[in-house]
């Protein structure tokens, strides 16, 4: 069984923050990517499912090769199927939500909104009482989430107007992905963290390969089919945006969920550097201002809770 936040070593629990930071660095090079394999005529709901498939068609090869620990599901507790059933549905979801939220609002507005759940999985925590919400980590999340506002705040324009649909839709995105943050910590521990994040792919797959059936039909399958670049981009989702989901459950395993998700805070400001690099541009003060906020309190959130002192008790003689 995997170890929990509680009672890892101080070296297990750095290693948990790298493969956290490492997978939110991996992923936050998805944006520019998605852009590339868009401008090529793929829809966003045929690039998610695609992504998925293949991260997943990566990893149950691994596995079937025993490259990649795994254990019969019919063994595990039925609670820790639930709960991982219950991680793959509210993934999929996510994705699935995402999509139509950038269609319905800006997408600096979307992230800005989505980004608020390492403050609903703190929330979670506390109440389920898995993890304390100390006025330390209280502060952190108020510098992450002011870090974010700057970091995403370049990329709200006049035009960029919120909706009705659009708020909704990126709440319950960032809701479902709380959820399945929570649900990674002591959901599902006897499942190896490879064979976990199969399943959650292809549930992916699935999901948004359904909805781009059924919104796209047979224009599904364009000329997008024929364009190396295209495969290229879907290909390095896979590998650099899907594949990492299993650093983020061995990682939350180590550290716990809330950690895990104020680390997982770099990956837009990830975003913002590669956009900035690709397109030629300079990251404004506000922008390295914010990212630094981020920085900061990802250093903060791991600090260990202060003991409580015990009372010592001196009986009169």
Known sequence: MAAHAGGATEGGQLGGLLRVLAAAAAMGTLGP???IAYGEGVGPATFSALRAGIGAAILGALILSRRQPSVSLARVAPRQRAMLGLAVAVNGLMNLV???AFGAMAVGL??????????????MSAVLGRERL??????????ACAGLALVLGSQLGPEAHATAAGVA??????????VYLVAIRGGFDDVPAAQATSLVLAGGLGISGTAALVIGGPGVAGPWLAAPVAWAAIVCAATFGALPKVWVIGGVRLIGSTRAAVAMTVEPLVAVVVAAVALGQRLTLLELAGGAAILVAVVLVQLPPRAVPERV?????
């Open 33 to 35: 990517v998605a852009a």
């Open 98 to 100: 995402l999509f139509f």
């Open 313 to 317: 008790v001196v009986e009169a003689a």
């Open 134 to 143: 100390t006025p330390l980590r209280v502060f952190a999340l108020a510098i």
């Open 110 to 123: 979307v992230m800005a909104i989505f980004y608020c759940y390492p403050v609903l999985v703190a929330a």
């Open 169 to 178: 839709l990126a709440a319950v995105a960032a809701t479902c992905h709380a």
